[in-house]
Structure formats: C-alpha cells, structure tokens
T-cell receptor, first 112, second 112 residues
Framework: EDQVTQSPEALRLQEGESSSLNCSYT??????LFWYRQDPGKGPEFLFT???AGEEKEKERLKATLTKKESFLHITAPKPEDSATYLC?????????????FGQGTTLQVKP | ETGVTQSPTHLIKTRGQQVTLRCSSQ?????VSWYQQALGQGPQFIFQ???????GRGNFPPRFSGLQFPNYSSELNVNALELDDSALYLC???????????FGSGTRLTVV
C-alpha cells in the first residue's frame, strides 16, 4: 500500500537554528514527490516537486532532497514567517488520476 | 492567473442534511481534484474530474459526488451528512504539464 510518513510531527526552532524535516514514503513506482506549505485555515501552497533520486531543489531558505525511500526539507536560518505546517505527498506512476497521497504533516514553529 | 476560489469559506450543517461546495479553478486548468482534510491530518483524495468526467475516486462512499462544468468550475456534493464529515474540504486544479497542483483555501464544514 502506498504510504507517506512525516517526522517529527512538531518542531520548535529558534530563529536562525537550521534543521530538517523528514518524509519517508512507500510507493509502487514514484511519479513525483511534492512539498507543500500550509498556514492555519488555508489551503496548501506548492513549494517543490522532485521526480528522481538525487534531485535537489531550492527556494529561499528551503532545500528539498530526494532518495529512493525518503525526502528531506532542509530549512536554513529559519525566520518566524517560516512557521507553518509542511506537507509531503507522493504520486504513484501507476495512478492515472493524479491522486496525491499525503503525510500528516510537520508543524514548524520558529520563535524570534 | 486568478487562483483557485472556493465557496463558502465556512458552513455549519445538521447531521442528515445535504451540502454543496463550489470551486472555481484557475484559468486554463482542466483537471480538478477534491480532498478532505480532518483536523491535524494530511488531505485525503476524494475524487478527480477531467473534461467533466470523474476519472478516479479515493475511499469515499457514493454519498460523496461531484460535477465539473465546461468552464472548469466544480462542485462537491455530500448527502446524508455524518458528524465525521466535519473537515476542511480542498479543491485543487492543474493543467497538463504543470508542476504541482494549485489548491484553494478550502471550505470548513462543521456537522452538528
């Protein structure tokens, strides 16, 4: 069964304290792995798509990496405005519907 | 780009009632998906529409149904509401070749 597990569930950082969020996945052939940011009461906001092991993408203080079993979202020198829930999702190559399978998310709080 | 717009933003219904949620997809997007997000969980795939036809469904009963219109707007209908249907309902749209999906801000449904 296709599955996504994110850890930790919650993470508190001081401003400037770098860290990483983990997304472990099991999927019958990966078409893509997606990272989204979600603010309270809002819909997910697209950050990155990764397609193959070894791929990396960066955006401001965020960097996403991918292996055959997991993805990491590295946050360098975070600021309070980076506080949000970060969601990881996979899309299976066998899916003809575009269905995304999400993890439960990691809630990040960055304190000034 | 006009983004993905969902209405209403909040809704309170009584158990057993029926509800219709609406989504206006981003201009040029011909695929729309609906997701249910319970509090503290990741979104779960309900179904997807492409060119006005349902082309995939998640583990949701038939009382969850939908429509997609020629202008790519969409509806999610839920009959015989149950307390467990209380959640944030998200609409996501995409177009061929797009990297990632664009989500709306969601409709918060509370069933009492």
């Amino acid at each position: 069964e296709d599955q996504v597990t994110q850890s930790p569930e919650a993470l508190r950082l001081q401003e400037g304290e770098s860290s990483s969020l983990n997304c472990s996945y099991t999927v019958s052939g990966l078409r893509g792995l997606f990272w989204y940011r979600q603010d309270p009461g809002k819909g997910p906001e697209f950050l990155f798509t990764l397609y193959s092991a070894g791929e990396e993408k960066e955006k401001e203080r965020l960097k996403a990496t991918l292996t055959k079993k997991e993805s990491f979202l590295h946050i360098t020198a975070p600021k309070p405005e980076d506080s949000a829930t970060y969601l990881c999702a996979v899309q299976a190559r066998s899916s003809n519907t575009g269905k995304l399978i999400f993890g439960q998310g990691t809630t990040l709080q960055v304190k000034p | 780009e006009t983004g993905v717009t969902q209405s209403p933003t909040h809704l309170i219904k009584t158990r057993g009632q029926q509800v219709t949620l609406r989504c206006s997809s981003q201009s040029g997007h011909n695929t729309v998906s609906w997701y249910q997000q319970a509090l503290g969980q990741g979104p779960q795939f309900i179904f997807q529409y492409y060119r006005e036809e349902e082309n995939g469904r998640g583990n949701f009963p038939p009382r969850f149904s939908g429509l997609q219109f020629p202008n790519y707007s969409s509806e999610l209908n839920v009959n015989a509401l149950e307390l467990d249907d209380s959640a944030l309902y998200l609409c996501a749209s995409s177009s061929v070749g797009q990297d990632g999906y664009t989500f709306g801000s969601g409709t918060r449904l509370t069933v009492v």
